[in-house]
């Protein structure tokens, strides 16, 4: 499995970020597809998924500011990034989960400057 993710960058308070991941050797369908802060200091922490089933789930503090969305049929997962906060910053990583399985990718670096 491998997960590739893309779109991060340095943008000032206030502005927007979409963050792309594909998938290679994974059949997205099957899995939960979720995207992961790590800010620094701290440690990795959900920011939104989106369930085979179309459940989605969304950190408190990204409500209203982020949306996930997945193209199963293009292994892909998205998160727009709206009205970015300087707490928003920190390298950010797609997950696959299924079963107890978790996969990561190389994650991608999102900056927000005040």
């Known amino acids: 499995v491998q997960l590739q993710a893309s779109g991060g960058g340095l943008v000032q308070a206030g502005g927007s970020l979409t963050l792309s991941c594909t998938g290679h050797?994974?059949?997205?369908?099957?899995?939960?597809m979720g995207w992961y802060q790590e800010a620094p200091g701290e440690q990795r922490a959900l920011v939104a998924s989106?369930?085979?089933?179309?459940?989605?789930t969304y950190a408190d503090s990204v409500k209203g500011r982020f949306t996930i969305s997945r193209n199963n049929a293009e292994n892909t997962v998205t998160l727009q990034m709206n009205n970015l906060k300087p707490e928003d910053t920190g390298r950010y990583y797609c997950?696959?989960?299924?079963?107890?399985?978790?996969?990561w990718g190389k994650g991608t670096q999102v900056t927000v400057s005040s």
């Open positions: 997950n696959a989960y299924l079963n107890g399985v978790n996969h």
């Open positions: 050797k994974i059949l997205f369908a099957r899995y939960t």
């Open positions: 989106t369930q085979r089933g179309g459940t989605i």
